[in-house]
């Protein structure tokens, strides 16, 4: 029973490294990104996030990358407004 119990906090805890580095990979690549490219890269997150579970998109992507959810939105409105030409 001790040797599972040690497994699955091992397990654990190279989960949480693994997403403690894409989370600061993801910052990074935002960081270096440009206005439009900063829309297109969230509103490209969001919709991946979206294929996993629908509920709770935004809020994943904006605790990913350390922005308010707020800004996610903005984000995403302006991307649907390039796609539209406004």
Do not use: C
Not at 10 to 37: L, R, S, V
Not at 51 to 72: F, N
Request: charged share 25%.
């Amino acid at each position: 029973m001790s040797i599972m119990l040690e497994s699955f906090r091992a397990t654990t805890a190279e989960i949480q490294a693994m997403k403690a580095q894409q989370k600061g990979q993801a910052i990074a690549i935002y960081n270096g990104m440009t206005g439009g490219g900063k829309s297109r890269y969230v509103s490209k997150l969001v919709e991946i996030e979206a294929a996993q579970e629908p509920r709770g998109a935004q809020s994943r992507v904006a605790d990913m990358l350390d922005l308010s959810e707020g800004r996610i939105s903005q984000l995403l409105t302006s991307e649907k407004n390039r796609k539209n030409g406004r």
